[in-house]
């Protein structure tokens, strides 16, 4: 593992003392769950590159470690060292993107061999271990290298390779907005139907909208359809900040404006094709469409999801389709949505039924404009660690002690960032 700098160390003692104060139940987790990535996932290899684990899972996600990271790029400004490693995650980021834009998640080293999943897919690599197709992947690396550069202004992540990443992201979204001519498949055997793609790995068919395509959830499950809104939404805000960035960075205006655009085509499709008309709780987003008039109409634990629209700066907290589209998530409606003994929150097919993720009940948080929810989600999170003082994936709602990944660093690092924005830290 890497050195843990200093400023890091000092925040999760100032972030300790302020939930004391404010939330003594949550002392207990804060300070641990607030170093849990730096002290146990950010791993320097030793070409001096920065790697990055989930947690209990030896391999890079695109989308994890940027999530995992996260809370640390506000204290970046004030430390050198800090700044040094989240530099090497963005790098490294881009170093994957541009070896396979189609891939979730990557290892340390070029292993050698394909996968290590019995999986055919249209391309291989040794140094890919996962090779699901989300577009939020490819999302998130755009989120962190905007905020990192909004927060130091640090020039150093503009790299050839980065601007490399942004073009291998605007062209493989592009590709995917008509999937009837783009490329990627992915099949995998004796699994359950949810770690692979039907129709010869190609997914369900879909017609022309304007977003872009998914294989897989965030969760990695398979999309039922292939638009998938939340990641669609992500894509949006996230190219508008690679037209940002490159505008910046390289002054490449051609690629700006492609980047621009396309978030412009894709955010128009939302519009058109993902909206429907709900008896109970009026216009709301789906989860996903294919454009031909089929909708799924339900949430994820997992982020990107409809509940985290505002997390992932689309549309505010106060945005009329987002409250309707909140109030038939957090309800019986919503098929993955559970009430027992303990917590009341959103889960997911990725886990049993009845089991809540506690990455839901935060997001609930940071998305929440009510007191009362608030405190009522803070109370759900304070009474289902199960002892352990850490966030997991999932746990039963009726019996807290059962649950699943003991060690899953994205959990634990956003926890902590919740907990430093309500104490006031940032």
């Given at each position: 593992?890497?050195?843990?700098?200093?400023?890091?160390?000092?925040?999760?003692?100032?972030?300790?003392?302020?939930?004391?104060?404010?939330?003594?139940?949550?002392k207990?987790?804060?300070?641990?769950?607030?170093?849990?990535?730096?002290?146990?996932?950010?791993?320097?290899?030793e070409?001096?590159?920065?790697?990055?684990?989930?947690?209990?899972?030896?391999?890079?996600?695109?989308?994890?470690?940027a999530?995992?990271?996260k809370?640390?790029?506000?204290?970046?400004?004030?430390?050198?060292?800090?700044?040094?490693?989240?530099?090497g995650?963005?790098?490294?980021?881009?170093?994957?993107?541009?070896?396979?834009?189609?891939?979730?998640?990557?290892?340390?080293?070029?292993?050698?061999?394909?996968?290590?999943?019995?999986?055919k897919?249209?391309?291989?690599?040794?140094?890919?271990?996962?090779?699901k197709?989300?577009?939020?992947?490819l999302?998130?690396?755009?989120?962190?290298?905007?905020?990192?550069?909004?927060?130091?202004?640090?020039?150093?992540?503009?790299?050839p390779?980065?601007?490399?990443?942004?073009?291998e992201?605007?062209?493989?979204?592009?590709?995917?907005?008509n999937?009837?001519?783009?490329?990627?498949?992915?099949?995998?055997?004796?699994?359950?139907?949810?770690?692979?793609?039907?129709?010869?790995g190609?997914?369900?068919?879909?017609?022309?909208t304007?977003?872009?395509?998914?294989?897989?959830?965030?969760?990695?499950?398979?999309?039922?359809?292939?638009?998938?809104?939340?990641?669609?939404?992500?894509?949006?805000?996230?190219?508008?900040?690679?037209?940002?960035?490159?505008?910046?960075g390289?002054?490449?205006?051609?690629?700006?404006?492609s980047?621009?655009?396309?978030?412009?085509?894709?955010?128009a499709?939302?519009?058109?094709?993902g909206?429907?008309e709900?008896?109970?709780?009026?216009?709301?987003?789906?989860?996903?469409?294919?454009?031909?008039?089929?909708?799924?109409?339900?949430?994820?634990?997992?982020?990107?999801?409809?509940l985290?629209?505002?997390?992932?700066?689309?549309?505010?907290?106060?945005?009329?389709?987002?409250?309707?589209?909140?109030?038939?998530?957090?309800?019986?409606?919503?098929?993955?949505?559970?009430?027992?003994?303990?917590?009341?929150?959103?889960?997911?097919?990725?886990?049993?039924?009845?089991?809540?993720?506690?990455?839901?009940?935060?997001?609930?948080?940071?998305?929440?404009?009510?007191?009362?929810?608030?405190?009522?989600?803070?109370?759900?999170?304070?009474?289902t660690?199960?002892?352990?003082n850490?966030?997991?994936?999932?746990?039963?709602?009726?019996?807290?002690?059962?649950f699943t990944?003991e060690?899953?660093?994205?959990a634990?690092?956003?926890?902590?960032q919740m907990?430093?924005?309500?104490?006031?830290l940032?």
């Amino acid at each position: 593992m890497t050195d843990i700098p200093e400023i890091l160390l000092q925040k999760a003692e100032e972030l300790e003392e302020r939930t004391a104060k404010l939330y003594p139940d949550l002392k207990p987790l804060v300070k641990q769950c607030f170093l849990n990535t730096i002290e146990t996932t950010v791993k320097r290899l030793e070409d001096g590159s920065i790697f990055v684990i989930t947690g209990d899972i030896p391999a890079m996600w695109l989308r994890d470690s940027a999530a995992q990271v996260k809370p640390y790029v506000a204290f970046a400004r004030e430390d050198e060292a800090l700044r040094e490693i989240l530099r090497g995650v963005i790098e490294k980021q881009a170093f994957y993107v541009c070896i396979d834009p189609y891939a979730n998640a990557f290892n340390a080293a070029d292993s050698g061999k394909a996968f290590g999943h019995q999986d055919k897919s249209d391309v291989m690599s040794g140094w890919v271990w996962e090779r699901k197709y989300e577009v939020d992947s490819l999302c998130a690396p755009l989120y962190l290298a905007r905020e990192y550069y909004k927060t130091t202004g640090d020039r150093k992540i503009f790299t050839p390779r980065f601007h490399q990443m942004v073009k291998e992201i605007e062209e493989t979204f592009t590709a995917q907005q008509n999937r009837s001519d783009a490329p990627y498949f992915f099949t995998r055997t004796n699994c359950p139907d949810s770690d692979t793609l039907p129709f010869d790995g190609r997914g369900t068919p879909v017609g022309y909208t304007g977003m872009t395509w998914s294989g897989f959830r965030p969760s990695d499950d398979a999309c039922q359809y292939g638009y998938l809104i939340p990641a669609n939404m992500m894509a949006v805000v996230a190219l508008r900040y690679a037209s940002e960035l490159v505008s910046c960075g390289f002054e490449d205006d051609a690629l700006s404006q492609s980047c621009a655009d396309l978030a412009e085509k894709i955010n128009a499709g939302i519009q058109r094709f993902g909206i429907v008309e709900h008896p109970r709780f009026g216009k709301i987003y789906a989860y996903e469409t294919d454009g031909l008039g089929n909708y799924n109409l339900m949430d994820d634990a997992n982020s990107p999801s409809l509940l985290a629209i505002p997390y992932l700066g689309y549309r505010d907290k106060d945005d009329e389709i987002y409250r309707n589209t909140r109030r038939f998530i957090l309800s019986a409606e919503n098929p993955y949505y559970f009430t027992g003994k303990a917590a009341s929150g959103i889960g997911s097919p990725h886990t049993p039924k009845n089991y809540i993720w506690h990455i839901s009940l935060i997001m609930q948080i940071l998305t929440s404009s009510s007191e009362e929810e608030i405190h009522s989600c803070l109370s759900m999170l304070a009474r289902t660690h199960a002892g352990t003082n850490f966030m997991h994936e999932g746990f039963d709602a009726d019996e807290p002690t059962k649950f699943t990944r003991e060690w899953f660093a994205w959990a634990n690092t956003l926890f902590a960032q919740m907990m430093a924005r309500l104490t006031g830290l940032i």
